[in-house]
């Protein structure tokens, strides 16, 4: 076997693990800002009140607090 290909075969799976634990490091530690308000110029869309009188303006609006916030 080729020294690249065993290189690469020790070098992928460390990767690979990082690739999936520094986003969970940085939800704990908060390393990198998320906070899109502080970038944007505009109040994000809140998350609508749910009432059983009024349901059908719900969906509506439930989907935009959804696209705003995902």
Wanted: aromatic share 14%.
């Amino acid at each position: 076997m080729p020294r690249n290909k065993r290189i690469s075969y020790k070098i992928m799976p460390v990767l690979f693990l990082i690739v999936l634990i520094v986003p969970t490091i940085n939800f704990y530690v908060g390393i990198i800002d998320n906070d899109l308000s502080k970038i944007e110029k505009r109040k994000p869309v809140e998350k609508p009140d749910f009432n059983i009188q009024l349901l059908d303006p719900f969906p509506k609006d439930y989907e935009k607090y959804y696209d705003d916030n995902f």
